[in-house]
């Protein structure tokens, strides 16, 4: 990273290393770096919601999973997770829509 320090798919798999051995925080410092280096992708905003779920961050997770599904709306990732963050709210008929079910 050193060598190229505005190349996002290294601060990207970084944070996914980060994620791999449960340091979330770091992932997502990561994740937010790579977005600010290029225009908005979706692998990088399910990898901001995913690890947003794993800290316990419903709210944020859920923002994350909209904006990817903005860029990719056929998401399967995405739509998982706001699937399962209705189901957890208790809105288990909205959560079946939103996974396709």
Excluded: C
């Excluded at 961050?57 to 699937?83: M, Q, S, Y």
Aim: charge should be neutral.
């Amino acid at each position: 990273m050193h060598i190229f320090p505005r190349y996002r798919d290294a601060d990207n798999d970084l944070g996914v290393q980060y994620a791999r051995v449960k340091r979330f925080q770091d992932a997502q410092a990561e994740f937010r770096r790579a977005l600010e280096i290029g225009p908005p992708v979706f692998p990088i905003y399910v990898n901001l919601a995913l690890s947003a779920v794993a800290i316990g961050n419903a709210r944020e997770a859920a923002d994350f999973a909209k904006k990817t599904l903005e860029l990719d709306p056929h998401n399967g990732v995405a739509k998982e997770i706001l699937g399962s963050l209705r189901h957890d709210k208790g809105e288990f008929s909205e959560s079946l829509e939103k996974q396709g079910t």
